[in-house]
């Protein structure tokens, strides 16, 4: 079974709008942390924003903000006021504590901004 | 501040061929490092994963084989390539932790294509 699901294979959002990329997980751990990375064309991967399962606010990081929903196992990655430099990949990903340091990626949804 | 380095960037070679991929970190101790593939427009599969120096997990079966023959240094080998390697290779460590909330980082990666 999947244990990071992204639905949106790719989407379009116009310069300076706000966009919601989406991000379910399944885990049984209590513990566990929730990370976004972006990957441009290039293909370096950069860490983004993370959220812990015990966290009582959502973790913001600039123009990122992380829409925790714990009950529904959602951890949607929002980005406010688009630039074209956000054109990239991005993945959501899942640390375990039960399983040491390693991430779980999904399949990553790819973002294209228009301007 | 730690670095990453990650090389070749690209790499061609024909089936059947050895490979050896290094990556090397700078500015931290005894971190965690792994190797990760990923397929063209997919996510990372982890390969291998290494907490200390000579222990390296690996985990998918495969031609594939993994090394850290000191703290910061992590080398990725094959002893004879398939066409099912090609893909892009990328090297991330992260701090020590029992908890969650440390990222991994990542190098530039090394597009292997096999021919």
């Known amino acids: 079974a999947q244990k990071i699901t992204q639905t949106q294979p790719g989407m379009f959002v116009q310069e300076k709008e706000a966009v919601t990329l989406d991000c379910t997980y399944d885990?049984?751990?209590?513990?566990?942390?929730l990370f976004w990375y972006k990957q441009p064309s290039s293909g370096e991967m950069i860490f983004l924003i993370y959220?812990?399962?015990?966290?009582?606010q959502n973790a913001t990081e600039g123009r990122y903000s992380l829409n925790f929903q714990k009950a529904r196992k959602s951890a949607n990655l929002v980005i406010s006021a688009s630039q074209l430099g956000d054109s990239a990949m991005y993945f959501c990903?899942?640390?375990?504590?039960?399983?040491?340091?390693?991430?779980?990626f999904g399949q990553g949804t790819e973002l294209s901004v228009k301007p | 501040s730690q670095t990453i380095h990650q090389w070749p960037a690209t790499l061609v070679q024909p089936v059947g061929s050895p490979l050896s991929l290094e990556c090397t970190v700078e500015?931290?101790?005894?971190?965690?490092l792994y190797w990760y593939r990923q397929a063209a427009g997919r996510g990372l599969q982890l390969l291998f994963y290494?907490?200390?120096?000579?222990?390296i997990s690996s985990e998918v079966p495969q031609n594939l084989s993994a090394s850290r023959p000191q703290d910061r240094q992590f080398i990725l080998s094959s002893k004879k390539l398939l066409l099912s390697d090609s893909g892009f290779y990328l090297c991330?460590?992260?701090?020590?932790?029992?908890?969650?909330?440390?990222?991994?980082?990542f190098g530039d990666g090394t597009r292997l294509s096999i021919l």
């Open positions: 991330a460590w992260s701090v020590q932790s029992k908890g969650t909330n440390q990222p991994q980082h």
């Open positions: 290494s907490v200390g120096i000579g222990q």
């Open positions: 885990t049984s751990d209590p513990s566990y942390g």
């Open positions: 990903a899942m640390r375990e504590r039960n399983q040491g340091g390693k991430l779980i």
């Open positions: 500015g931290t101790s005894n971190p965690n």
């Open positions: 959220q812990g399962s015990y966290d009582q």
